[in-house]
């Protein structure tokens, strides 16, 4: 039974027998995605030193490379699922290919593989604004004890046994979800401790938020154009208001709070939107489906795409349950 203030450590422990498979490899690798995550925080918040401590590229007063951070975090994860040998294989983001974790072969016994983005938005972090990390996991889907397949890892989102994310807010938050509910830590730097600090998170039925950018409007498909023209119009509950930070994870943090929408279309010029699937879209359409709320491509459900490539982009409507359904009438609307 969650409790708040229970530290993340002890939460995991005691759900630990809500999974199906229950080894506790899956418990294990969570708690390593949250060391992980602490020590990306103590770099993100250090970022604003850039300036005085030397940029990416130089050399630091340790004699340091000062790498960006987007690698860092990226490094951070990979070397520390790695070393803890919980994992047979890492996607991430900012790799071209997927990492086998090689090594003895007790590495390769374990059955999870990780899909990761390890900054979402960092373009953010220069003019201080939030940041997250993505993760979602899977079983693998080959045999255990041999090197991970690219199939282990295009695999549908509704395979997925955890998904979560970490954003680098006002406060630093961890939320995830093994398909029991969602639930929220809050950071205590301090201590170094998460807590429960929101336990069985669940998105409003609807809401007053649409998140969009803009700027791409005249790109965007007749259907999103007329649902945005829905959301402005003066009605006895609308217009709604118009939040944008253009980082994913504080985004569809704030709506599940909030009630909202984040809607990140394709456009003439990309005709697949702009987020990854597998990287993004996933794992946040997971938490969204437990938190009660709704992804979908604007036609479809999101969880039950199948994958094609590691880096494969797609449209992503992703919020409040009635607005994501109403988004999506208007999509209807318009298919020709
Ligand atoms: P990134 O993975 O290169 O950081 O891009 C993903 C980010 C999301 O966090 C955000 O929602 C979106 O890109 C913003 O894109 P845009 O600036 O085109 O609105
Ligand atoms: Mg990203």
Same mark, same amino acid.
């Given at each position: 039974?969650a409790q708040k203030n229970q530290s993340l450590g002890e939460f995991i422990i005691e759900n630990?027998? *809500?999974?199906?498979?229950?080894?506790?490899?899956?418990s294990?690798?969570i708690n390593s995605i949250r060391l992980a995550a602490k020590?990306v925080n103590?770099?993100?918040?250090?970022?604003?030193?850039?300036?005085?401590?030397?940029?990416?590229?130089?050399?630091?007063?340790?004699? *340091?490379?000062?790498? /960006?951070?987007?690698?860092?975090?990226?490094?951070?994860?990979?070397?520390?699922?790695?070393?803890?040998?919980? $994992?047979?294989?890492?996607?991430?983001?900012?790799?071209?290919?997927?990492?086998?974790?090689?090594?003895?072969?007790?590495?390769?016994?374990? /059955?999870? $593989?990780?899909?990761?983005?390890?900054?979402?938005?960092?373009?953010?972090?220069?003019?201080? $604004?939030?940041?997250g990390t993505?993760f979602?996991?899977?079983?693998? $889907?080959?045999?255990?004890?041999?090197?991970?397949?690219?199939?282990?890892?295009?695999?549908?989102?509704?395979?997925?046994?955890a998904a979560g994310y970490i954003v680098y807010g006002t406060s630093t938050m961890l939320v995830y979800t093994t398909?029991h509910g969602v639930n929220g830590f809050t950071l205590n730097p301090a201590l170094g401790t998460y807590y429960l600090s929101h336990p069985n998170m669940?998105?409003?039925?609807?809401?007053?938020?649409?998140?969009?950018?803009?700027?791409?409007?005249?790109?965007?498909?007749?259907?999103?154009?007329?649902?945005?023209?829905?959301?402005?119009?003066?009605?006895?509950?609308?217009?709604?208001?118009?939040?944008?930070?253009?980082?994913?994870v504080?985004?569809?943090h704030?709506?599940m709070i /909030?009630?909202?929408?984040?809607?990140?279309?394709?456009?003439?010029?990309? &005709?697949?939107?702009?987020?990854?699937?597998?990287?993004?879209?996933?794992?946040? !359409?997971?938490i969204?489906?437990q938190a009660?709320?709704?992804?979908?491509?604007?036609?479809?459900?999101?969880?039950?795409?199948? &994958?094609?490539?590691?880096?494969?982009?797609? &449209?992503?409507?992703?919020?409040?349950?009635?607005?994501?359904?109403? !988004?999506?009438?208007?999509? !209807? !609307?318009?298919?020709?």
């Open positions: 039974m630990q027998s *809500e999974f199906q498979y229950s080894s506790g490899e899956l294990r690798l020590m103590h770099e993100v918040n250090k970022a604003g030193l850039v300036d005085i401590t030397g940029s990416a590229g130089d050399i630091n007063t340790q004699g *340091e490379d000062q790498q /960006k951070l987007d690698v860092f975090a990226n490094n951070v994860f990979i070397q520390t699922l790695t070393n803890r040998q919980i $994992v047979c294989g890492i996607a991430s983001e900012e790799n071209e290919d997927f990492i086998t974790i090689s090594g003895s072969d007790k590495n390769h016994q374990s /059955k999870y $593989v990780v899909l990761i983005d390890p900054l979402d938005g960092s373009s953010n972090i220069d003019v201080n $604004v939030s940041v993505i979602s996991i899977y079983r693998r $889907v080959t045999p255990a004890g041999q090197p991970v397949q690219l199939e282990d890892f295009l695999q549908p989102g509704n395979k997925q046994v398909g669940t998105y409003p039925e609807n809401g007053s938020i649409y998140s969009v950018n803009e700027g791409n409007y005249i790109q965007f498909p007749q259907g999103i154009k007329d649902y945005i023209k829905y959301c402005q119009k003066e009605e006895e509950d609308r217009p709604y208001t118009s939040r944008y930070i253009g980082s994913l504080s985004d569809l704030r709506n /909030k009630g909202g929408i984040y809607m990140y279309p394709s456009t003439s010029k990309t &005709p697949n939107g702009k987020l990854r699937l597998l990287y993004e879209c996933n794992p946040m !359409a997971f969204a489906e009660n709320g709704k992804a979908s491509d604007g036609y479809k459900r999101i969880l039950d795409i199948k &994958p094609t490539a590691l880096h494969e982009r797609v &449209p992503f409507i992703c919020g409040s349950r009635k607005m994501v359904e109403k !988004a999506e009438e208007f999509m !209807a !609307a318009q298919k020709s």
